[in-house]
């Protein structure tokens, strides 16, 4: 990745390492140069951007705002650069996006593996995190897009495209819950063993938005920030588990859980796409967000053909 000046490179890693000799060693450069380098900027700033401490560099608040600055101009070069070699018709291209934990490990390599099918050598860098960080991340400039679930934007970052994610309970096949056509409710399914993401997880605090009883149930019997955890006890149990159809496409499609929707009001959820406000799309992100829109909608038909069958027998 080209560097949009050397003094902004040498800036950035040290904010990453806070040591200026650990940034040297991975710029392949001398401890006095980075510093140097450093010390340019901040007199040209005018202020400090670090706190020379005992254990080693950190941003002041200034720093922090130059550093989300540094970041932005340097994604924002990165993209320009994407868009010249586009020009020259070089098929290549770099994507930097962030994901949920849930999203890492089934629908985003099947993107990925969807795009390099026919654009090889298009790159990725993938981070994880939840839907604040993320949503953070997007603003300072350290990745372009962001997936997950719909929560107001922070300043200077836009919601560019939204996609229904319903919230439903996952059972093993032939679970009396969901053997039989009806509409479900959250209500209908706390009499069950239950299998529980933990309450810091965002699905689980919409859920006990849903219906506060949930809240007041006690310890479900198993409590978990793992959601392949979620999938895998609830495989082989009684129990039940509650994830959107991103979570459980896989299993549902292999036969080894069921997916029903919740049928309360609160259950209504999307996932939506962010990047920065006035962000403009590399060709390399086009393919990427094309084929990402492909995979959900394809994950939605196959969830909405389920559960109008439901539906239709339930009328019956």
Known sequence: MPAISQAFRCFDEVARRGSVRKAAETLHLTAAAVN?????????????????????MQLTTAG???????????RDFDNALSQVEDLRKVRRGHVNVGVPYATAEHLLPQVIENVQKSH?????????????ALQRWVANGEIDVAFCLRRKPPPGVEEVRAYAQPLGVVTAPGHPLTATPRLLRLRDCLDHPLIMLSPE?????????????????????????SVPMVRRLVAGSQAVGFLIPDNVAEDVDAGRLVWVA??????ALYSCIYQRSGYSTAVAMGLFLEAL???????????DTRHALRLQAFAT
């Open 262 to 267: 919740l049928e309360d009001q609160g259950a």
């Open 293 to 303: 829109d492909a995979e959900v909608n394809r994950i939605r038909e196959r969830f």
């Open 201 to 225: 997880m965002e699905l689980r605090s919409l859920l006990e938005r849903v219906d506060p009883r949930l809240s007041r149930l006690g310890r479900p019997l198993v409590e978990t920030g």
């Open 36 to 56: 140097q380098q450093v010390l340019n900027l901040e007199a040209q700033v005018g202020v400090p951007l670090f706190d020379r401490l005992p254990r080693g």
């Open 120 to 132: 090889p050598d298009i790159t990725f860098s993938v981070r994880s995190g939840n839907g604040e």
């Open 64 to 74: 922090e705002i130059m550093i989300a600055a540094v970041r932005r101009s340097q």
